[in-house]
C-alpha cells in the first residue's frame, strides 16, 4: 500500500469544461500513473511520471495533459471533457527499480455528460 | 491494445471449490504480477511474479511464472464468498520499461 489518495472520488461534469484530477501519495515513489478503466477494455494507461516534472505519454492520451511539480501530486487534466472520457480513473504508483509492482488509488469516477 | 489474453472472462463457482484463471501472450514478459479487484475500489495486489518457473503462494492463492515467460496462472483454493471480485493479470513486457500490460480480468463469482 504506497497510501494513495484522489480527489475528487465522484465527479459530474458538462461536455467542453475543464477537469482536474489529484493523486496524491506518501510513500515517497518515484513513478505515478494514470489509467482509465472502461467495460471490455480493461485498464489502459493514459500518462505517466518517472520524476518530478518528468512525463511521458501512455496508450490513451490523446485529450489528457499531466503534470508533476512535486514528488507526492500528479495532475491528470482533462481540458475539454468529452463524453467519451466518462470513466473511472485510476491512480498508481511504484517505487524504483528492480520493483515493477504497482500500488493502485481508489478511483476517480467522472461522468461527462 | 491489450497483449494478454485472460481466461476464463468469468466463473461461477460453488464456495468451497478450487479456482483457475490462466494469462497467456505472445510476447515475452520480464514480470507477472496477480490484482483483485473489489466493487468501487482500485486493484490490490495479490502476488508478484519474478522468475520463470517461480512459483509462490499467499494464503489460499498460488501463482506461478511460466517456463516460456510467455504466461502465468493464479490458483484459489477452497474458494470463500469474499473471493468474489475481479482478478487481473499484468506483466511488464522485456522492453517495455516503465509500463505494465494488463489482461482483461476474470470475473469470480462464489454461491454459498
Known amino acids: 500500500d504506497a497510501g494513495i489518495t484522489q480527489s475528487p472520488r465522484h465527479k459530474v461534469t458538462e461536455t467542453g469544461t475543464p477537469v482536474t484530477l489529484r493523486c496524491h501519495q506518501t510513500e515517497n515513489h518515484r513513478y505515478m500513473y494514470w489509467y482509465r478503466q472502461d467495460p471490455g477494455h480493461g485498464l489502459r494507461l493514459i500518462h505517466y511520471s518517472y520524476g518530478v516534472k518528468d512525463t511521458d505519454k501512455g496508450e490513451v492520451s490523446d485529450g489528457y495533459s499531466v503534470s508533476r511539480s512535486k514528488t507526492e501530486d500528479f495532475l491528470l487534466t482533462l481540458e475539454s471533457a468529452t463524453s467519451s472520457q466518462t470513466s473511472v480513473y485510476f491512480c498508481?504508483?511504484?517505487?524504483?527499480?528492480?520493483?515493477?509492482?504497482?500500488?493502485f488509488g481508489p478511483g476517480t469516477r467522472l461522468t461527462v455528460l | 491494445g491489450q497483449q494478454l489474453n485472460q481466461s476464463p472472462q468469468s466463473m461461477f463457482i460453488q464456495e468451497g471449490e478450487d479456482v483457475s484463471m490462466n494469462c497467456t501472450s505472445s510476447s515475452i514478459f520480464n514480470t507477472w504480477l496477480w490484482y483483485k479487484q473489489d466493487p468501487g475500489e482500485g486493484p490490490v495486489l495479490l502476488i508478484a511474479l519474478y522468475k520463470a518457473g517461480e512459483l509462490t503462494s499467499n494464503g489460499r492463492l498460488t501463482a506461478q511464472f511460466g517456463i516460456t515467460r510467455k504466461d502465468s496462472f493464479l490458483n484459489i483454493s477452497a474458494s470463500i464468498p469474499s473471493d468474489v471480485g475481479i482478478y487481473f493479470c499484468a506483466g511488464q513486457l522485456r522492453n517495455a520499461g516503465n509500463m505494465l500490460t494488463f489482461g482483461g480480468g476474470t470475473r469470480l463469482m462464489v454461491k454459498p
Open positions: 498508481a504508483t511504484r517505487h524504483f527499480v528492480p520493483h515493477n509492482e504497482q500500488f
